[in-house]
């Protein structure tokens, strides 16, 4: 225990020190982070941050390795195997992150690199073997120990460098995260990994000092990567010393928020049509501030629920299965009502969600009234005459609750010629117009706003091969007072405009 302390002070110290010095450098080079639409700073403030962060981190075990201090702690970190990978690993991310600070790296470069650092983790050691489901118990990965944790190491890193959007946030998270851990790996006997937890929340602490709001230092990519890469290698680290699976909840738990937000925002961005890699301000910190919410108390916000999820995946390490199922659920409970009463979720409500749902369901075809559309078009497809093809249209139009259709059609070898009559096919539901007739007292009482018609002329003309083909026009009528249109209804209606077109391409004399 007095090992683990000495680090924590020594990387403090070191950090206190470092990050002014580092920030005048950063500003005699013009390292800088301007102000810009989806950035909340006002003010260039230096971006280099990272730098105090990766050498604070690795000061303590410098000196330890110097001054060749004889503890069994330390011994046990420099008999570590692994300690190697990590070295290489840690110092990858920080340059790919410190490249990126001053030259603004593609999205796609940037996380190539995070995937190429993530199999050099997994193939030096840092691997995950298990996951822990409720009331399940530990359930072995097999071969999907290497995606798995590549997605992980990716998913935190970019999760910690989506939280640095505000003052403070990020460097905060992952103090009380790296706090939560080094007790959990310190009571199990983790002291590898414990030592170095403390080191990474000496170091983050010191930052804090210069990086909470109004922060005069950004720790930039080379920061939150690196805090990100550290964060993500030592919880698998830690998971693979006993209670190999529950042990992988815990970071999972304590860094919820970004957690959460990182695998929130790409769904977001696809939904919206926008760029999954382009970065926003639709963040939960962002939104948060767009709220109302001061920058300080809106990372203080964060800090309470990032304590709180601490605190429950401490819980976890001494609970069973049934114990982690009623935390987890009362968790996920809390996260949701938090959501919505911060508003956070007002466009993807359940209703929506289950729209899009049926929505994509249709298009791909496995809605029964969509399939049995389907069979319709293939019937027109396959009329060998514009009587064989009329008598199908007309079978969809009911199936559709039309009431009323003409079709002006105009053959190919008549459209040259002037004053040409077109020829007329008419329809008319009888199903529907006795059923008008029923209702016809209560249509009269009905105001024109009431009885809503639905009217639509399609123009059945398209250019096959540079040659412009008009087969006249096809009428629709539907009375929306006595029935409305289905949700699909217009989609129904270009689907058949389009086959009605191609088959009259295949069956017209032309």
Partial sequence: ????????????????????????????????????????????????GGLALFIAFFCPFILCFLFQLDTLAVKSLFGDDRIV??????????????????????????????VVIALIAYFWGFQIHAVSAPFVGGLSLWIFSLPLTVFWFVLVMNAINLADGLDGLAAGICLFVSLAMLFVCSTSGRIPEALAFAALAGATLGFLRYNFY???????????YFLGYTLAALSVAGSIKGQVATAML????????????????????????????????????????KLGYTQRRAVLLIYSLTIMLGIGAITLVHSQNDTAALILFVLGIGVIFTTRYLGIDKF???????????????????????????????????????????????????????????????????????????????????????????NEAKAQEATPDQLCPLSITLPLCE????YFCNFGTLHLEKNM??????????KRIEHLRRTLIATLLKIAPH
């Avoid at 009329?383 to 053959?411: G, K, T």
Wanted: aromatic residues 8%; contains cysteine.
């Fill in 348 to 438: 993807f409500t359940l209703r929506r969600m289950l729209n899009w749902a049926q929505d994509l369901s249709d298009e791909v075809g496995i809605r029964h009234d969509r399939r049995s559309f389907l069979n319709h078009q293939a019937r027109m497809a396959g009329a060998a005459n514009l009587e064989e093809l009329w008598q199908a249209v007309c079978v969809s139009l009911q199936d559709l609750d039309f009431e009323r259709a003409e079709l002006q059609y105009i053959p190919q070898k008549e459209a040259v010629y002037k004053g040409h009559v077109p020829q007329q096919f008419s329809w008319k539901n009888i199903d529907r117009d006795e059923g008008n007739r029923k």
């Fill in 463 to 466: 250019i096959r091969e540079g």
């Fill in 250 to 289: 815990i970071p999972v738990i304590a860094l919820g928020v970004p957690l959460i937000d990182t695998l929130w925002a790409p769904f977001r961005r696809f939904v919206f049509g926008q760029k999954i890699f382009q970065p926003d301000r639709d963040h939960f910190h962002h939104k948060l501030v």
């Fill in 481 to 490: 007072y006595d029935e409305p249109a289905g949700q699909y209804t217009l």
């Fill in 1 to 48: 225990m007095t090992t683990i302390l000495v680090i924590f002070i020594l990387s403090l110290l070191c950090s206190l020190l470092l990050t002014p010095l580092i920030r005048n450098l950063a500003c005699n080079a013009g390292v800088m982070d301007v102000p810009s639409s989806r950035k909340v700073h006002k003010h260039a403030v230096p971006r280099i």
């Fill in 85 to 114: 990978g990590f070295l290489v690993g840690a110092v990858l991310i920080f340059s790919l992150g410190l490249v990126d600070d001053l030259r603004d790296l593609p999205a796609v470069v940037k996380l190539s690199g995070q």
């Fill in 214 to 224: 109004p922060a005069s230092i950004f720790m930039g990519d080379s920061g939150s």
